[in-house]
C-alpha cells in the first residue's frame, strides 16, 4: 500500500508524465522489436538471454531516472517479509524452469521469435522475462501513481489505467499480429481489476502484483506446454 500521496497535480502536469512514460514504452519495445532486427542485431528471449536481460535493465535505470523519488519510496515502502516472499517465489521459478520443465518439454518444438517474447518452456526464458517484467512493473506502479496523485480515487485510476495501459499494447501490432494483441491488450485492460487495487491498498502490494504478473506468463507456458 502507497501511503504518501500528498501531492495533487494539474491536469497538465499529469498529462505531461504520462505522456513521458507512454514515450519511453514505445521507445523500449520498438527499438527491441523493429530498430534491433533491422540492424542486424536481434535479440532473443532464448537465444540470447543474458543480453535481453541488460537491455531491460538498462531501461529500468533509465525510468528510475526519471521518477527517482517516486519509485524510490514505493518500493522502499514495501516490508521485507514480502521481498522474502519475492525471493523465494523467484526462487520456485527458478527450480521449475530450470529443473521441472526440463521433463515436460522433451521433443516439443521450442516457439519462434517473437512468440518466445511472451511464452517459452525453456530455461533461459526466466531470466530476460524477470527484467522484462520488472520494467514493465515500474512503468505500471509510475503510472497508477501519477492518475492516483491526480485523482486519489480507485474507480479513476483503475479505469483511465485501463484505457492507457489496454492501448499502449497496440504497439505489439507492428511484430506479432493481431491474434496476440488482442490477447495481450485485452489482459492489460483486465488486470486494471488487479493491479490499481493491490499497489494503492493493499500492504506490499507492489511485490504482489510483481508475482501476479509472473503468475500470467507461467499459467500461458503451462497451457504451451500441456
Known amino acids: 500500500m502507497v501511503t504518501h500521496l500528498r501531492r495533487h497535480f494539474t491536469f497538465e502536469h499529469t498529462a505531461a508524465a504520462i505522456g513521458l512514460l507512454s514515450v519511453l514504452w514505445v521507445a523500449v519495445f520498438s527499438i527491441y522489436h523493429l530498430v534491433l532486427p533491422m540492424v542486424g542485431a536481434p535479440l532473443s528471449y532464448l537465444g540470447d538471454?543474458?543480453?535481453?536481460?541488460?537491455?531491460?535493465?538498462?531501461?529500468?535505470?533509465?525510468?528510475?531516472?526519471?521518477y527517482p523519488r517516486t519509485l524510490k519510496r514505493a518500493y522502499?515502502?514495501?516490508?521485507?517479509?514480502?521481498?522474502?516472499?519475492?525471493?523465494?517465489?523467484?526462487?520456485?521459478?527458478?527450480?521449475f524452469y530450470g529443473g521441472v520443465m526440463p521433463f515436460?518439454?522433451?521433443?516439443?518444438?521450442?516457439?519462434?521469435?517473437?512468440?518466445?517474447?511472451?511464452?517459452?518452456?525453456?530455461?533461459?526464458?526466466?531470466?530476460?522475462?524477470?527484467?522484462?517484467?520488472?520494467?514493465?512493473?515500474?512503468?505500471?506502479?509510475?503510472?497508477?501513481?501519477?492518475?492516483?496523485?491526480?485523482?486519489?480515487?480507485?474507480?479513476?485510476?483503475?479505469?483511465?489505467?485501463a484505457l492507457i495501459f489496454g492501448a499502449a499494447h497496440i504497439i505489439l501490432l507492428m511484430d506479432v499480429g493481431l491474434q496476440f494483441t488482442i490477447i495481450f491488450g485485452g489482459a492489460a485492460m483486465l488486470s486494471a481489476i488487479i493491479f490499481p487495487y493491490l499497489i494503492l491498498r493493499v500492504r506490499n502490494g507492489i511485490v504482489y502484483s510483481f508475482m501476479v504478473h509472473w503468475a500470467f506468463y507461467l499459467v500461458l507456458t503451462l497451457w504451451y506446454i500441456l
Open 104 to 161: 515436460f518439454t522433451t521433443g516439443i518444438e521450442m516457439p519462434p521469435y517473437p512468440v518466445d517474447h511472451f511464452v517459452s518452456p525453456g530455461s533461459a526464458y526466466l531470466l530476460p522475462k524477470m527484467a522484462e517484467i520488472a520494467l514493465q512493473q515500474s512503468i505500471i506502479v509510475a503510472l497508477l501513481l501519477l492518475l492516483a496523485s491526480y485523482r486519489n480515487s480507485l474507480i479513476f485510476v483503475s479505469i483511465a489505467y
Open 76 to 95: 522502499l515502502s514495501q516490508g521485507l517479509d514480502a521481498y522474502a516472499l519475492l525471493i523465494a517465489f523467484l526462487s520456485f521459478l527458478a527450480v
Open 49 to 66: 538471454p543474458v543480453l535481453t536481460a541488460a537491455y531491460f535493465l538498462a531501461w529500468c535505470s533509465g525510468l528510475l531516472a526519471l
